[in-house]
């Protein structure tokens, strides 16, 4: 089975940009997805990217991040940029029912 591990992560102010990690430990052919979860919400679908690169991105992110994937090193990532207090929340990694732990990401004002 697959396993998945996000890092990036961090504590940054408002305006700033952090670059998030999933490494999957073989590779995979559909699609990956970024999902984040912020403390007493639901998780949420952040953005998905397919194999051939086709992506999409939840319409509270667009234009701020940006995913993208490396199918030579198993790995999908998270450009975000401009980062506000209302995307802080753990990101997590999502492979088909396959989850990572996730990474924590704190946006100060």
């Known amino acids: 089975q697959v396993q998945l591990v996000e890092s990036g992560g961090g504590v940054v102010q408002a305006g700033e940009s952090l670059k998030l990690s999933c490494v999957a430990s073989?590779?995979?052919?559909?699609?990956m997805n970024w999902y984040r979860q912020a403390p007493g919400k639901e998780r949420e679908l952040v953005a998905t990217?397919?194999?051939?690169?086709?992506?999409t991105h939840a319409a509270a992110v667009e234009g701020r991040f940006f995913v993208s994937r490396d199918n030579a090193k198993s790995t999908i990532y998270l450009q975000m940029n401009n980062l506000q207090p209302e995307d802080t929340a753990k990101y997590y990694c999502?492979?088909?029912?396959?989850w990572g732990r996730g990474t924590q990401v704190t946006v100060s004002s």
């Open positions: 073989r590779s995979t052919f559909g699609v």
């Open positions: 990217v397919a194999r051939d690169g086709t992506k």
């Open positions: 999502n492979y088909f029912s396959i």
